[in-house]
């Protein structure tokens, strides 16, 4: 058994799009689970554009990082030694580790995977945190009815390539917005959306906004905000929902940036904005997971990793993610 | 009895601010009601927010006037005639009946007064359409309970001074931003306000908000956007609730103007912001206007009128209201 771990810590406060060098990669000791405490060897790392956010020091929801703090984030991985009664070696459980490779935390912090639900890597995804997101963010915030218009931006990446497919099993007509072609036609051709179109090939949003959802939006899904956000509000029908889930487009702004005011057309069209977190819904997860792991195993939700190897690789799949370069659920695997 | 009727008409669509010259006083034969119909000179006209949206000929939730149309608005006037069962000369009546001496409307259009309810005026304010405005938009978007801190924009205008009232009868802490240190000492000193700020005079509305509001904002009613609800919305505190009810400081833009994102603060603050029209509560006008007449009947309710005296002042009051010279109730006596 290995004695040194391997973390990645915060080297650099980021200023604009982060770099790798932003981050360094450290050796320490494995730490020895105390009472009550579980020792875990990650499998797979989840990289989530929320984390943007703690790498300023500026604390929102969540505390801010220190520099020379290891990265935060969700994990999988792998029971080494319990000293908890819930858990013993050998146990798949997913927690808020961190980018290392040897974690101890306290045995309530973490939730037991049964593998047999799928690959472990979905406690990451469809039955983690992402799914969940979908599945609360669209279903409780936006509320969308049969034959409804839902647009959703970011919607090749982890969270909006769930809500298209959970709206469409609510039978609602989807339009999908992302950042390649490529990702277009897994959204059309994979995943079953009405509509989408390559906002980076589209030289007019609003004009192609008209031409997919000629009957306006009735819920609007949004991960990326700016331009994108700016467009589809001038087209929500009368008593549209927006749900604001993240808002990547802004996470790397150096300067706050500015768009055009939109709220008069809130009031023409009585409708609704509401931005959320994942956490609100946190007495309710076991009924979203059990709805996800269902529709999962029917065949309804198809999903796509898009797999970076090797720990000292987190940081590089951390950027490609906030430059949109993947299709699917970004992942770091760390062990087998 | 005159024969002719006096009425103003949209004689150019205004840019930017109106000028009085868009504005075009005209003489016609009073008209005579037909069957089911209601003759009925004006006593008092409403000039609102509102009105301006119409001018510009686009439709938005409701019809822009064609020009040489007379201009839309509430009135309260006196039966002169009917030819429907429901009413009978002498009666008085609210409705849209638009900026003219006498006006025939069809009698399901109206409404009666009960001219012991109050002055007459009051149809047109409090136990009118700007009192429900308030009531179902403070109430029912924002849910306000005891305790929190409510914002107000627009605090000493019609609606506004209406939704700190009721604020505070829901036993909230109340802050108004109103636009001259007059307006600030009737939100204070007559109205029971706990804080309140004349933005013309303060440099910086950030500073401002966080001495007056040291928890942030759980409650925002807006009747104004701009700088003012920029501001604002870098203060809401978590789970705020924000109504839309008016953006009078971009009505009279002539280009769309631009500010700062703010959408991930929704997010962070896990906050709705939400665009009302009264009409969306009309099943529960009556509900709205008996709690309205109790609160006025004991004293919790105060208000102001503006008058401006004569048809053919309409525009300037209209303008003044724009400007937000008025304090309370911009009206126009038409008639005694």
């Known amino acids: 058994m290995p004695t040194i771990n391997r973390r990645i810590t915060l080297a650099a406060r980021p200023v604009g799009m982060p770099k790798e060098s932003d981050f360094r990669l450290e050796e320490s000791p494995i730490p020895r689970p105390g009472g009550g405490e579980v020792l875990v060897q990650a499998l797979y790392l989840s990289v989530d554009p929320y984390m943007r956010g ?34 013993e070696a050998g146990d798949t459980v997913e927690g808020m580790l961190g980018w290392q490779e040897h974690a101890v935390a306290p045995a309530k912090a973490l939730r037991k995977i049964d593998p047999a639900a799928g690959p472990v890597s979905s406690a990451l995804y469809v039955l983690g945190m992402p799914g969940l997101t979908a599945y609360f963010g669209l279903l409780e915030i936006c509320r969308p009815q049969a034959g409804e218009t839902v647009v959703v931006s970011g919607a090749a990446g982890a969270v909006g390539s769930l809500v298209g497919q959970i709206a469409r099993i609510k039978r609602c007509r989807v339009i999908g917005i992302a950042g390649s072609d490529e990702k277009v036609r897994f959204l059309i051709e994979e995943l079953g959306f009405d509509g989408a179109f390559n906002y980076r090939a589209t030289p007019d949003y609003g004009a192609k906004l008209k031409e997919l959802c000629p009957n306006g939006v009735d819920v609007y899904f949004d991960n990326v905000g700016g331009a994108i956000t700016d467009a589809v509000m001038r087209r929500i029908a009368r008593h549209a929902r927006v749900a604001v889930c ?55 939700l198809r999903y796509r990793e898009d797999v970076v190897e090797g720990l000292e690789n987190a940081p590089r799949a951390f950027i490609r993610m906030l430059q949109g370069k993947n299709i699917g659920k970004q992942l770091v695997k760390v062990a087998e």
Not at 58 to 84: N, P, Q
Not at 270 to 288: H, I, M, P, S
């Open 54 to 87: 703690r790498l300023t020091g500026v604390t929102t929801y969540a505390r801010g990082l220190d520099l020379g703090e290891v990265i935060v984030g969700g994990v999988v991985g792998r029971v080494v030694e319990s000293r908890d009664p819930r858990y």
């Open 246 to 300: 993240g808002q990547i487009s802004q996470y790397n702004s150096v300067e706050p940036e500015t768009g055009p005011r939109w709220l008069s057309q809130l009031v023409v069209r009585q409708a609704k904005v509401e931005g959320f977190l994942v956490t609100q819904f946190a007495e309710r997860y076991d009924a979203g997971l059990r709805q996800l792991s269902a529709w999962l195993k029917e065949g309804r």
